[in-house]
């Protein structure tokens, strides 16, 4: 069974910042700074990377639409957090303009001495059609070595998808300025797939309804089943999951 109860509280930001310098608790620059996976409530089917971090970050914007940011990282959890005095590093490029934007961010788990990276495309095909693609790729090596202190099964705190490569792409589509429809599909390399689509609907600024519907399918679910040393990281217990959320927000 899985009662529902209270959670605790979670801080996720507390960070101060001076011109470009942010210090602080806040998510981490492999996420932020390349813009997530799209407009979708459950955007995490394939995971991109890992979130909650304490950050000495950098960010430059040159007012042309170059921008960088240098972040370093201590991570969270377990397999996560540096366990020295090495921090993990994020670096990031991205070229801004009118038509969408180019992205690419690399970091280093300085845990396991391994090495991530996405790169992200957006375009602006008109007023109403946003369209994304975004591709991953890790080194995963020493993530698989069952002799390290900790086991990480295969991911890390940046390469958190399933094996080596993964991609995430979709777009938003506006009816009108209420009305929006949002797609994201996503896999990795251990046949892990997500399709998530959702219509959004501002009531009035500032409230707005979300109504969405979510599939998953779970590469290595024999495997599994089984007892292998396989990460479950939706928490499915079926190979094939259709789930869906009714979201209200309020925006103040």
């Known amino acids: 069974s899985n009662p529902a109860g209270n959670k605790n509280v979670s801080l996720n930001f507390a960070w101060i910042q001076l011109g470009g310098l942010r210090v602080g608790k806040d998510e981490s620059a492999f996420d932020t700074f390349v813009g997530y996976a799209g407009n979708v409530i459950q955007d995490t089917i394939v995971p991109y990377g890992d979130f909650d971090t304490n950050v000495v970050q950098y960010y430059f914007d040159a007012g042309n639409g170059f921008s960088a940011v240098v972040s370093l ?6 397999v996560g957090t540096i366990d020295s005095y090495v921090p993990h590093v994020v670096g990031g490029v991205k070229w801004t303009q009118g038509w969408g934007a180019i992205t690419g961010v690399v970091a ?26 975004m591709f991953g790729y890790g080194s995963d090596d020493n993530l698989n070595d069952p002799s390290y202190a900790i086991g990480a099964s295969g991911r890390g705190f940046y390469k958190i998808w399933g094996g080596n490569w993964a991609f995430w792409a979709g777009g938003t589509y506006k009816f009108n300025e ?28 500032g409230f707005t309804v979300t109504a969405e519907v979510d599939w998953d399918h779970f590469g290595k ?12 990281f939706t928490g499915a217990d079926k190979k094939n999951s259709v789930g869906g959320l009714l979201r209200f927000q309020r925006s103040f």
């Open 73 to 78: 990282e201590e991570g969270s959890g377990v």
């Open 178 to 205: 209420k009305t929006s429809f949002n797609l994201q599909v996503s896999g990795d390399q251990d046949k892990n797939y997500g399709v998530a689509a959702n219509v959004a609907y501002d009531i009035v600024p």
């Open 108 to 133: 280093y788990d300085s845990n396991y001495e391994e090495v991530a990276g996405k790169v992200r495309l957006d375009v602006n095909v008109t007023n109403e059609l946003s369209l994304f693609g």
């Open 221 to 232: 679910f024999d495997d599994w089943v089984s007892g292998a040393d396989v990460v479950n």
